[in-house]
């Protein structure tokens, strides 16, 4: 069962790296044994019923090596949950493990009472019924713990989901739509393992401030592993799951791919780019064409998104690049698709005169002091790494924003040493500028989580109710700073 001690005990081992490190994009020398694993699909277009059990279960991150971990309705992650616009859908979620828990679920436009943050508490041996409503543009959502101080450890321990949100837009622009053939789901994490093959998750005060990164790469739960997929354009859903790395994808033979759609859905045409920098919360669905029949492999830069330029670096906060997975073509595999749209969809020009009020949040990430309601993240008091927004560590009791539904407001975000993924609960947001320049094109759609390197402008529109008893949250997505601090909440009313 999910305790600290219990997971800490079957995973704290010494560590040893899988992926063979690379500097930029170069491909490592890594041998691509485990086939990807695919999520199950749960269309819930039909039976809008679905069920979550958050449990204990056994799996091999790397070939042949089972150990603990934990999913949702699987032995690690949990399954792919399709759902329509338009359609209410019931989630029913057992908590099977022996600590406290939310299911959040990132990415959806819903009201508060039903959006799994640290309000949200399922408690150990309980069961928690939420009906969501489904009132929003086709996307790629995700869901995940949020438990107040120890959303990081959860999170790292498997538990993890991704949601698809459809309307008939993606079949109308005849983009690739079947599921695991030429429509694949990526959840990028990372991970140190043990020499048992256990993930193990034991950050210091260094990889607090950093944030807690492995040193090797994992897609959908296992390293380094190979997709056969057919001579034709296949649909990536790429979301970052990890703690705190961001990853910088590029493919070996520097081919180009086009983003189509981002955190909140398509953008107004494919944008073609040869790298794509991704952080923790967000997401991407991207178009990669195979038609050439050529072997290739996906990898990442290194990371070096750490506070003070580096300085405070730990030894176990290694993010070196590397290779992240290889695509193999199979040219008898169905792939129906062969050219993208020219144009996806309308969207509405953003309009910053509109914003009702103008606010600005300082990630504060160098303040150090301590007991910061969770500690290190494990629920725990003592000194240790503090981090707040506006110099105020967040407080469970403390509504720090009152905004009216039917608004929109102009949030500045500034970063005090580092990079910082900020997600808003509860809407999609359109980034105005970004460090005083307008986005980059693929930037310019829906967007819920926003990597802020030193300022960032974002117009946020304001549609769900949020009471003062269970209030929506902005904050940090390094999951070890939302767990010391770098947190606020609002209500919307």
């Keep these: 069962m999910l305790t600290r001690r219990r997971f800490l005990a079957a995973t704290a081992i010494s560590t040893c790296a899988v992926i063979t490190r690379s500097g930029g994009h170069a491909a490592a020398a890594t041998s691509f044994e485990l086939p990807l694993p695919i999520p199950r699909l749960i269309d819930a277009k039909a039976d809008r019923n679905v069920s979550l059990v958050a449990a204990r279960g056994t799996h091999a991150y790397r070939l042949g090596q089972p150990v603990l971990s934990f999913g949702y309705s699987a032995p690690v992650l949990g399954p792919v949950v399709r759902v329509a616009r338009g359609q209410s859908v019931e989630f029913t979620v057992e908590n099977r493990t022996d600590a406290p828990t939310t299911v959040h679920w990132h990415g959806l436009v819903i009201p508060s009472e039903v959006d799994g943050g640290p309000h949200n508490v399922l408690a150990p041996g309980t069961t928690w019924k939420a009906s969501l409503p489904i009132e929003q543009s086709e996307t790629t959502a995700w869901f995940h713990p949020h438990p107040h101080g120890d959303t990081a450890r959860q999170v790292y321990s498997g538990l993890a989901g991704m949601l698809l949100v459809e309307d008939g837009t993606g079949e109308r622009l005849g983009l690739p739509r079947s599921y695991g053939i030429d429509d694949l789901p990526l959840i990028l994490q990372d991970r140190y393992f043990g020499r048992d093959g256990a993930p193990v998750y034991a950050p210091g005060p260094m990889d607090i401030m950093g944030g807690y990164r492995g040193d090797t790469i994992i897609v959908n739960g296992v390293s380094a592993p190979f997709a056969r997929v057919p001579a034709s354009l296949v649909r990536l859903r790429l979301l970052n799951g990890a703690n705190a790395r961001i990853f910088d994808l590029a493919f070996s033979d520097r081919r180009s791919f086009h983003v189509v759609a981002s955190d909140g859905g398509y953008l107004a045409a494919p944008v073609a780019v040869q790298h794509l920098l991704i952080a923790p919360g967000e997401r991407y669905e991207v178009?990669?064409?195979?038609?050439?029949?050529?072997?290739?492999?996906?990898?990442?830069?290194?990371?070096?998104?750490?506070?003070?330029?580096?300085?405070?670096?730990?030894?176990?906060?290694?993010?070196?690049?590397?290779?992240?997975?290889?695509?193999?073509?199979?040219?008898?595999?169905?792939?129906?698709?062969?050219?993208?749209?020219?144009?996806?969809?309308?969207?509405?020009?953003?309009?910053?005169?509109?914003?009702?009020?103008?606010?600005?949040?300082?990630?504060?990430?160098?303040?150090?002091?301590?007991?910061?309601?969770?500690?290190?993240?494990?629920?725990?008091?003592?000194s240790g790494p503090a981090m707040a927004i506006n110099g105020r560590p967040f407080d469970m009791e403390r509504i720090d924003v009152e905004a009216k539904r039917g608004t929109n407001e102009l949030w500045e975000i500034v970063s005090q040493s580092m990079a910082h993924p900020f997600h808003i609960h509860g809407t999609q947001f359109r980034i105005l500028s970004l460090n005083g320049r307008s986005p980059p094109p693929h930037l310019q759609g829906w967007k819920d989580t926003v990597l802020v390197t030193r300022e960032a402008q974002i117009l946020v529109p304001f549609t769900q109710m949020a009471g003062r008893d269970k209030p929506f949250m902005y904050h940090c997505h390094i999951l070890e700073h939302e767990d010391v601090g770098m947190m606020g909440q609002f209500a919307c009313t």
Excluded: C, H, Y
């Excluded at 405070?312 to 129906?336: E, H, Y």
């Design 287 to 382: 178009l990669i064409d195979f038609s050439n029949g050529a072997e290739v492999i996906l990898a990442t830069g290194p990371d070096d998104n750490f506070p003070m330029m580096g300085m405070m670096r730990g030894n176990r906060s290694s993010a070196d690049g590397g290779s992240v997975m290889k695509f193999t073509v199979d040219r008898d595999m169905p792939g129906a698709v062969k050219s993208m749209p020219q144009q996806l969809v309308d969207l509405p020009p953003v309009d910053r005169s509109g914003a009702a009020r103008r606010r600005q949040f300082v990630l504060n990430d160098m303040m150090m002091g301590g007991m910061m309601g969770g500690g290190f993240g494990f629920g725990r008091s003592g």
